[in-house]
């Protein structure tokens, strides 16, 4: 049956990486997945955590902020401190991104992943990886093309997607009404091997089979290797443009 955009159960919503819409960063992408928008800008710093001084590797993080005007309604910011549920999504972003990289390999540098979403319908947390992914590996790039590096530190790619049991039928990258009716929803971050980084995974209401949870692992791992080829396609670009 199409759903409400009429879509495929197996289907994405539309991709669009733009790259370099934060141009004073030193990476960036402004990532759209149908109506839900993040702009990722990475920072580099010469210097790590206190806990880090002294041992030769670097640090990747992330942090993850809802705009005001991002949903419906107009959401307060977070002006004490981030909440518990950003806490957990930027934690999320961030040992996603970790997994992409050689932290030896990086040095005492810092890369800071912000993710700010502009538009959220469903989905802001598995965007900001795939669109957080492509601007870590431009940073990185910056700092090979500045000399400070003899080769990328990264050392795989890394997108995510949603997908769950919606009325009984599995869908792929689900929009916010599918999202809140959703009878399970899962998030899962893979590398380009195949290989999973997390997955995050809830039952609503009846426990759900372990042939249905394979499933809708395999639905998503075709979708990120969708995602994995767009994130390509903007790295390219880049390039094609320096």
């Known amino acids: 049956m199409p759903r409400r955009d009429g879509r495929r159960p197996d289907e994405l919503r539309p991709i669009a990486i733009e790259v370099g819409a934060a141009p004073y960063a030193e990476g960036s992408a402004l990532i759209s997945c149908g109506n839900t928008r993040v702009l990722c800008a990475a920072s580099l710093e010469e210097s790590v955590p206190g806990w880090l001084r002294g041992k030769g590797r670097g640090w990747v993080t992330a942090e993850y902020a809802l705009l005001p005007r991002a949903t419906h309604t107009r959401n307060r910011r977070e002006r004490n401190g981030a909440g518990g549920r950003?806490?957990?999504i930027q934690r999320l972003i961030g040992r996603a991104l970790r997994a992409a990289v050689d932290l030896s390999a990086l040095g005492e540098r810092l890369i800071t992943v912000d993710c700010d979403v502009l538009q959220a319908d469903g989905g802001t947390r598995t965007a900001?990886?795939?669109?957080?992914?492509?601007?870590l590996a431009l940073a990185c790039s910056h700092l090979?093309?500045?000399g400070q590096l003899p080769h990328t530190p990264l050392l795989r790619g890394v997108a995510a997607v949603s997908a769950g049991i919606v009325g009984g039928e599995l869908l792929l990258d689900l929009d916010y009404d599918e999202d809140s009716s959703a009878d399970m929803?899962?998030?899962?971050?893979m590398t380009d091997s195949g290989a999973f980084v997390e997955i995050q995974g809830t039952a609503e209401g009846e426990p759900v089979p372990r042939a249905r949870l394979?499933?809708?692992i395999d639905l998503a791992t075709a979708g990120i290797g969708q995602l994995l080829t767009a994130q390509n396609d903007a790295l390219e670009r880049a390039i094609a443009q320096s």
């Open 128 to 135: 900001s990886i795939t669109g957080g992914y492509v601007a």
């Open 144 to 146: 090979v093309a500045q």
């Open 185 to 189: 929803d899962c998030n899962l971050v």
């Open 86 to 88: 950003t806490q957990e």
């Open 214 to 216: 394979d499933a809708l």
